[in-house]
């Protein structure tokens, strides 16, 4: 059976971030019980991320108060995950030390999970090249030539997950939380959600 | 031709909110150029409202600041919205100005719309009695005796838009992009958002 205690996962949050994914991934995670940090990334204002759609989101830390106990190790995470919006997606794809993050997490064995336009943070950081991936058609020839391109809306390939857009983010966060706790946890969260009968 | 100009929406959020159901609504609509107004209501911390799962979200207005306005019809919205979340439900339900308010604009030939436990806030505003309704489960029995119960994703009946979970929010946003601005803007919004075949 999965351990079901002291899962932990980082949400990486800039101005530009698409507020659905990054919210419907939060909520997801936290009603598996899953601990939860949200880090704001390079904010204009400290206070809140400015989403892609105007909603103003207050990270739990900022990036640069956690980043160096995060890559000295002192503080673990068992995934880190980038959600889209593009201008967001690019200024988390172009940080050289959440760079440095993902390639030495993934090196670890930790999950990488990235979605729509987040995807563009996985290649920049150089992991999985030439595996299976997807991402929101907008960033596809972005991804097509290093990568294994899928158009499933979940793909989960040597410890990266990624998917595609706002639309399947409830698809995303439920595999995350399969993936970290297994299938009895997702389905265990599922009902009081009143999903749809295919995601 | 629906007119496409000027549709004005108010999201009203409190402590306990259900930030999916929130955000996802907001979002949505501002894909289809509904000019949305967040509005905080009782906020123990006024910067932001703590979400459900704990998700911090800055309100673009105080609900007290906004209300008198509105009350006074000097601002004027389409559609009133509340969302989903236990606790901030029942804020919002409890609250007499929002009583009033809720009643007046749907006297007024406005749109009101709620989904899962936002829905009682409909019940507490005395709108619509006798006519069709869904919610979340957990709140069924506050309903079922006063309404035409429904077991709908989505029910419109006399200008009231109901709904029932995080699951069923995508479709709720949908349906009040479609009945504001018709099924073109409804269609030409969801593509790019990779939504299931079935909401
Ligand atoms: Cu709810």
Do not use: W
């Not at 950081?125 to 020839?141: E, F, L, Y």
């Not at 972005?142 to 499933?152: G, K, S």
Request: aromatic share 4%; proline share 3%.
């Amino acid at each position: 059976m999965a351990n079901l205690d002291n899962k932990k996962a980082l949400v990486l949050v800039a101005d530009g971030s698409e507020e659905m994914e990054t919210v419907i991934t939060i909520d997801v995670l936290r009603r598996a019980q899953i601990d939860v940090t949200v880090a704001g990334i390079a904010l204009q204002n400290e206070n809140y991320a400015k989403c892609s759609r105007g909603v103003m989101i207050v990270p739990d830390q900022s990036f640069s108060n956690i980043s160096k106990e995060v890559l000295s190790k002192k503080c673990i995470y068992d995934i880190i995950i980038i959600p889209g919006g593009l201008t967001g997606a690019q200024t988390i794809s172009s940080n050289s030390e959440i760079q440095e993050l993902l390639a030495s997490e993934h090196r670890d064995g930790k999950f990488i999970a990235a979605i729509c336009a987040g995807t563009i943070a996985i290649k920049s950081a150089n992991i999985n090249k030439g595996g299976k991936i997807t991402s929101h058609p907008v960033v596809k020839a972005d991804l097509e030539n290093e990568y294994n391109y899928q158009e499933e809306r979940v793909v989960v390939d040597n410890k990266v997950i990624s998917s595609r857009g706002p639309g399947t983010a409830f698809l995303f966060a439920l595999t995350i939380v399969e993936q970290l706790l297994g299938k009895e946890k997702r389905d265990e969260i599922s009902s009081p959600m009143i999903l749809a009968s295919t995601l």
